[in-house]
């Protein structure tokens, strides 16, 4: 099993651009996550997946958007970036409601 | 609410002392489940262990251990003889029931010393 792999690595964008942040995992879990991590920072939740169909906001969805048509796959949308959006974007997958996360290596954007 | 909170921002040790890192939770839920994950300079984030709210029992695993209390909240994490490659940043995690949503604490960053 690959896990959980998040592409691209790094990115850099200029203001106003778009982009999509793909995830895809091969465990078949249910719940997926996407969160964020500033420089010297904790993991904030930006959206989270309970199953293909069934998305829902976290603590910092503004400027993001997701879907999820698939179980394996939870790409994270981000329209008209912004320097606040500099971060490092970390998705994580889980099979059960008491089970740990499993997360991807993370994908460092830079907003200029 | 629920709330994760790691008051140590960052600590030092010289290799093979003992450290413990703190972690107190707020939760209202009777379930949960706590964890501990360690996030090395190389960036990637490292499930290190996971406990419900019904085994209070203390886990070891080699230089790791955990103190798990109800009484106080708290989920500390104790390494045993620190190694250089113990440094790394540890965050302390909670999950409520059905447990759909993960809050992590700020992390505390482990510097160990040779």
């Known amino acids: 099993n690959a896990g959980v792999t998040q592409t691209p690595k790094f990115r850099i964008l200029k203001i106003g651009q778009s982009m999509t942040l793909q995830c895809t995992q091969d465990m078949n879990h249910n719940y997926m996550y996407w969160y964020r991590q500033d420089p010297g920072m904790g993991l904030k939740l930006i959206y989270y997946?309970?199953?293909?169909?069934?998305?829902d906001k976290g603590e910092v969805p503004n400027g993001y958007n997701v879907s999820r048509s698939t179980t394996e796959d939870f790409p994270l949308r981000l329209e008209l970036a912004a320097p606040s959006q500099t971060s490092v974007y970390f998705c994580a997958s889980k099979g059960g409601f008491d089970n740990e996360q499993f997360f991807g290596p993370g994908t460092r954007l830079t907003v200029l | 609410a629920q709330k994760v909170t790691q008051a140590q921002t960052e600590i030092s040790v010289v290799e093979k002392e003992d450290v413990t890192l703190d972690c107190v939770y707020e939760?209202?839920?009777?379930?949960?489940?706590l964890f501990w994950y360690k996030q090395p300079p190389s960036g990637e984030l490292v499930f290190l262990i996971r406990r419900n709210s019904f085994d209070e029992q203390n886990e070891i695993s080699g230089r790791y251990s955990w103190n798990f209390q109800k009484s106080t909240s708290s989920f500390n994490f104790t390494i045993t003889a620190s190694q250089v490659v113990d440094s790394a940043v540890y965050f302390c995690a909670l999950s409520e029931s059905p447990g759909q949503n993960f809050v992590f604490g700020p992390g505390t960053r482990l510097s160990v010393l040779p």
């Open positions: 997946s309970v199953g293909a169909g069934i998305t």
């Open positions: 939760t209202r839920d009777t379930t949960y489940y």
